[in-house]
């Protein structure tokens, strides 16, 4: 079988294939494993665009299995930071979100009294979705009936209320608040449109530290799965763009490459951007209504303005937290065509890897309009222009909350929602693909199909087909889908090597 992309879902897809007896090759468009699990150096520093947290780094943690299983988990170490984020007020205030519920719960009713209920409510969805222990096919027979029993008790318990939190919004439940800090904290917290059961969820893992740092960033993770699936006797041939999928007689049958190139196969895996491979690869032949629903209507994670910096200092009076600081301009500023009226920070003083000894690699991440840089992407040079004006413009902005780190910066970078598309190929340049929200949200206990109408022997796996994204999901996915073909062969699904 080909596989198309080496992201997290490609290269899952190829080491469950290769564990379960298939032959596989990979096909990546760019130079190196990953996809957007991805970092890259500039002058002895390294800047980051993916994990900030890793669900399942702990041990007893079900997840942990598949990434022992990819080979994700060897070797890796794990920070835990005791806070996931600070949002400052220019009131001299701050709000502290706590990976401890306790803590959390304790500092917001301080914070705001008024909003007790509010706060309450809160916290008790956490304790909620830190109640749910799912089964999982790693763990053996006994402890999954165990869990299925369990987990079938706790929907009774919580079902109504955990069928409530999936249809409140970021924005709905900000809004809820009085304080206004507090308001404006929770909008910064998370993405607007996507459903707050997740960031429930995200707190409840934080709490039980299973949502540890790697230290050593994405590449790592993904180099490792790549020398995973090589072990395993898996191709991986790169600097290799599919342009076509190649068909006959309503069957998929190989590729062909940007340079002509055509490889047959018996089954074609698309791991790559949704869009490309339903519109560009297979030409929108094969969509029906279903299928074509969510490239019309759902929303996706928005495209981002990533500015890196390599800064001379260590920041030790920064607290570690797992995705940086926010903190408020003196005046809004227009970015990008964007109006921005906080600045968000992530500070890596909790990885020395990512910087040479006494110096940090700072991040800052800000949503960014796919359209506005493709715009300026006419004229090469405005375009280059403009990230090297954002650049000064942003070291600027972090002035007034960090003076002296104009002298201080060493190395700039920047990358736009065109850099993403660019060596990931996703849709206008998105960092994940759909978000779950109220209307999509019956995708967490009913999966998208991996298979597309009229076409046998095709597949997708990947973000594109497992809304909410991220890379457990990614992982996931891939096993998920070789899991399927398993069945469809009559074979019995392994996740390990035989010899174990």
């Known amino acids: 079988m080909i596989i198309i992309g080496a992201g997290f879902a490609g290269l899952a897809a190829g080491i469950y294939g290769r564990l379960n007896g298939y032959n596989t090759q990979i096909f990546e468009m760019h130079n190196q494993p990953g996809g957007l699990c991805t970092s890259w150096k500039r002058k002895g520093y390294t800047f980051d665009a993916c994990v900030h947290w890793l669900v399942g780094s702990s041990p007893e943690s079900p997840y942990n299995a598949i990434w022992r299983e990819t080979g994700v988990a060897s070797g890796s170490e794990f920070v835990y930071a005791d806070e996931y984020c600070r949002c400052e007020g220019a009131d001299g205030r701050t709000v502290i979100f706590y990976a401890d519920i306790d803590r959390l719960e304790s500092h917001l009713l301080a914070l705001s009294p008024q909003d007790e209920d509010t706060i ?244 800052v991440m800000l949503e960014s309009d796919y359209e506005y840089w493709k715009k300026l992407a006419e004229d090469r040079n405005i375009y280059v222009q403009k990230k090297d004006e954002i650049a000064s413009q942003i070291i600027r902005l972090l002035e007034q909350r960090f003076p002296g780190i104009a002298e201080q910066t060493e190395v700039t970078d920047v990358a736009t929602p065109l850099t993403f598309e660019r060596y990931t190929g996703n849709w206008k340049g998105s960092f994940e693909g759909w978000l779950i929200t109220p209307d999509n949200a019956y995708t967490m206990t009913k999966p998208m199909a991996q298979t597309v109408p009229g076409l046998k022997r095709f597949y997708m796996c990947g973000q594109w087909v497992e809304p909410g994204g991220g890379l457990p999901t990614s992982i996931m996915s891939g096993r998920r889908l070789i899991k399927q073909i398993c069945r469809e062969d009559g074979k019995r699904f392994l996740s390990k090597d035989k010899k174990q």
Not at 259 to 270: F, Y
Request: glycine fraction near 8%; proline fraction near 6%.
């Open 120 to 363: 309450r409510k809160f916290i008790k969805g956490i304790r909620m979705c830190a109640a749910f222990d799912f089964p999982s096919d790693t763990e053996p027979l006994t402890v999954r009936l165990r869990k299925s029993v369990a987990t079938f008790f706790t929907f009774m318990k919580y079902g109504k209320a955990f069928r409530e939190w999936t249809k409140v919004t970021g924005e709905e439940f900000a809004g809820r608040f009085r304080d206004p800090l507090l308001r404006e904290a929770f909008r910064e917290l998370w993405i607007p449109e996507f459903s707050v059961v997740f960031l429930l969820f995200t707190f409840a893992w934080l709490h039980s530290r299973n949502a540890g740092y790697p230290i050593g960033g994405s590449m790592p993770m993904s180099q490792a799965l790549e020398m995973r699936y090589r072990e395993l006797g898996g191709i991986l041939h790169y600097n290799k763009k599919v342009a076509r999928i190649l068909t006959s007689d309503g069957r998929a049958t190989g590729i062909r490459l940007v340079d002509g190139t055509e490889i047959a196969a018996s089954r074609v895996i698309s791991a790559a951007d949704g869009y490309s491979t339903l519109f560009n690869m297979l030409d929108g032949k094969y969509l029906d209504t279903k299928t074509r629903e969510p490239y019309d209507k759902w929303p996706t994670f928005a495209s981002l303005l990533f500015v890196s910096l390599g800064i001379n200092r260590r920041f030790d009076e920064i607290p570690l937290t797992v995705s940086g600081i926010t903190f408020p301009l003196r005046e809004p500023v227009m970015i990008a065509g964007k109006m921005c009226g906080r600045l968000p920070v992530h500070i890596y003083n909790q990885d020395p890897s990512m910087a040479p000894e006494g110096k940090t690699a700072v991040t």
